[in-house]
């Protein structure tokens, strides 16, 4: 009698340690997608992009979320985004701020610097309301960019939307494996018990 005790309460506890583990890895990571087309009239001949990145939790104020570096194109000049850093101005408005790590400087603040040379850039994507704090679509305010091209700068300016969602959390090989020796000791301590062999 004291082995079948023992053994419930290894179940018990195997069955609970699952749960426990699973419901820990449940917390699912929130995706930014941005998709972006020039807004500038006329058009200076950007060509629209997206690019996205996930984080933990909902962007703040002075964060550098990491993401895939980017490239923004237009005729024979190409800017590769690689630094960036959110924050807020008044009105209130958010905004992700994105560099080439050249000549051209982010800045807290919602702030951007003109470049220098050819292939440096900015990019400033503003969001009326604030930083998000809720999943959904959002559509970009009036954003801007700078971007050297040897000869002069240009000034271009951008549109589109940002959709924050949820992603799918996929558990952990070892939760499940985990959670399995749990499901199949119950099952064999109810066979057991009926006396089924």
């Known amino acids: 009698m004291n082995r079948l005790r023992l053994l419930t309460v290894l179940v018990v506890a195997l069955s609970a340690l699952s749960l426990f583990t699973l419901a820990g890895t449940a917390h699912a990571d929130l995706l930014y997608q941005f998709d972006v087309h020039e807004t500038t009239s006329p058009l200076i ?6 690019f996205s990145f996930t984080v933990p939790t909902f962007v703040t104020d002075g964060q550098s979320p990491a993401f895939t570096p980017f490239t923004m ?7 590769k985004m690689i630094n960036d850093l959110a924050g807020t101005a008044f009105g209130p408005t958010g905004c992700f701020l994105f560099g080439t790590g050249g000549t051209g400087v982010i800045l807290p603040g919602c702030t951007i610097s003109v470049p220098t040379t050819d292939g440096d850039g900015t990019l400033q994507l503003d969001v009326p309301g604030g930083l998000p704090t809720a999943t959904g679509m959002r559509t970009l305010g009036v954003s801007a960019g700078f971007f050297g091209t040897g ?10 939307t940002l959709d924050i ?7 952990e090989p070892g939760s499940v494996a985990l959670l399995s020796l749990g499901v199949a000791a119950a099952g064999w301590k109810l066979r057991k018990r009926r006396g089924v062999a």
Do not use: D, E, K, L
């Open 165 to 171: 969602t949820p992603v799918t959390p996929v558990p």
């Open 73 to 79: 194109t237009f005729g024979t000049h190409s800017y």
């Open 151 to 160: 000869v002069t700068n240009v000034i271009a300016g951008f549109g589109g």
């Open 45 to 50: 001949g950007f060509q629209p992009f997206s």
